[in-house]
C-alpha cells in the first residue's frame, strides 16, 4: 500500500505542476479565446446480455442475465472554460438469484478546465447495488478521482486515478462489507474518429482494495473495454455497442477466488446543446464518464462474495 501511496501522491503532483504550466502558457501567449456560456448534456439507453464463469460462480447463483441501463449527463461550460458535470446513471438485470446482480444506480459530478490541448479536472460521487434482490445484500459505496484527457487530431486519451471506499448497506454482517472497498482504481481509455462521424473507444480499468467477510482480505479486478459508436446523419441521435471483459480476484485460505463476466450491448444515444459531427462535440464540449464501478460492487459483492 505504501508504494501505491507514493504513486498516487507522485500523479497528484505531476498534474498539479502540469496545470501550472499550462495556465502560464495560455495566459503568456492568448493561444485560446473566451467561449460563451454554453450548457450541454446526452441521454442514453443501452440493453444486452451478461455471461458469468470462474470458480466462484456455482448453481446459486445466475450465469447468464438480461439487463437493460441508462444514463443522464448535463453540465455547462462557462466563458473561462471550466467545467461542471453532473451524470446520473443506472442499470437493471432480470435476475433475481442470491448472490446475483440485480440493480444498481449512480450519481456524480466532474469540476475540470479546459485547455487548447488539455482537460484536467476532478470527479467524485455515490454508487449503490442490490445482489441478491430481497434487499439483504446491497451495498454503498462514495468515490473521487482525479482526470485528465489529451486531444490530437483523430485521438483523444483520457485518463483517470481515484478511491473507492465507504461500507454502508446490508448483509451478514451487516455493513454491506462484502463488496470491494478502501481501493484504488485507475484508468486509461483512448478514443479514435475513424470519420468525423464514427468512433471508437479502447479502455482498462483496475482497482486493488479490501472486503470484509469476517476477516480482511485483498481483492482486485478490473474490466477491459471495446466500443463504437456512429452518428445518424450529423443529428443529435447516435447508435452504440461494445463488449466488456470483467475479472474478480481474492485469495482467502488456499485456491485463488476468481470471477469472469462476458457483457455485450448496443443502445441508443442523443445528445443536446452541441452541434456537429462526434468529432467536432469532443473538441467543443467535455466528454466525462466512470469505469464500470456497478459492476465492480455487484461481482465482489455478490458471486466473489
Do not use: C
Not at 454503498?140 to 486519451?157: I, K, P, S
Not at 481474492?250 to 443536446?272: C, D, M, N, T
Not at 466512470?290 to 458471486?303: C, E, F, I, K, S
Request: aromatic share 12%.
Amino acid at each position: 500500500m505504501r508504494k501505491l501511496t507514493q504513486i498516487i501522491v507522485a500523479s497528484v503532483v505531476s498534474i498539479l505542476i502540469s496545470v501550472s504550466a499550462l495556465h502560464a502558457a495560455d495566459m503568456a501567449d492568448g493561444s485560446y479565446g473566451m467561449p460563451t456560456r454554453v450548457s450541454f448534456g446526452e441521454v442514453e439507453a443501452r440493453a444486452g446480455g451478461t455471461w458469468l464463469g470462474g470458480n466462484e460462480v456455482d448453481g446459486g447463483e445466475d450465469e447468464q442475465m438480461l439487463f437493460g441501463g441508462a444514463a443522464l449527463r448535463a453540465g455547462m461550460v462557462f466563458e473561462n472554460r471550466w467545467i461542471v458535470q453532473g451524470d446520473v446513471f443506472g442499470e437493471l438485470t432480470d435476475s433475481r438469484d442470491d448472490d446475483s446482480y440485480v440493480y444498481g444506480i449512480g450519481v456524480a459530478a466532474h469540476i475540470a478546465r479546459r485547455f487548447d490541448a488539455y482537460l484536467l479536472g476532478v470527479f467524485g460521487g455515490y454508487v449503490h447495488t442490490d445482489q441478491d434482490g430481497d434487499d439483504t445484500d446491497t451495498s454503498g459505496r462514495v468515490f473521487a478521482g482525479l482526470e485528465a484527457q489529451r486531444y490530437f487530431d483523430d485521438v483523444t486519451l483520457y485518463g483517470q486515478l481515484g478511491w473507492l471506499g465507504g461500507e454502508w448497506g446490508s448483509d451478514a454482517n451487516g455493513k454491506g462489507d462484502d463488496s470491494v472497498s478502501r481501493a484504488i482504481m485507475a484508468r486509461a481509455m483512448f478514443r479514435y474518429f475513424v470519420n468525423p462521424s464514427t468512433r471508437l473507444d479502447a479502455s482498462a480499468a483496475g482497482f486493488y482494495g479490501y472486503r470484509d467477510t469476517g476477516f480482511e482480505s485483498d481483492t482486485r479486478g478490473g474490466s477491459l473495454t471495446a466500443a463504437i459508436e456512429h452518428q445518424l446523419h450529423d443529428s443529435a441521435l447516435s447508435v452504440f455497442s461494445g463488449y466488456e471483459l470483467g475479472y474478480y480476484f481474492e485469495r482467502q485460505e488456499g485456491e485463488p477466488e476468481e470471477v469472469f463476466e462476458h457483457s455485450i450491448w448496443a443502445g441508443l444515444k442523443y445528445r443536446f446543446g452541441v452541434d456537429g459531427t462526434l468529432k467536432q462535440q469532443d473538441m467543443d464540449r467535455p466528454n466525462l464518464d466512470l469505469p464500470p464501478l456497478l459492476r465492480w460492487l455487484a461481482q465482489t459483492g455478490g458471486p466473489l462474495g
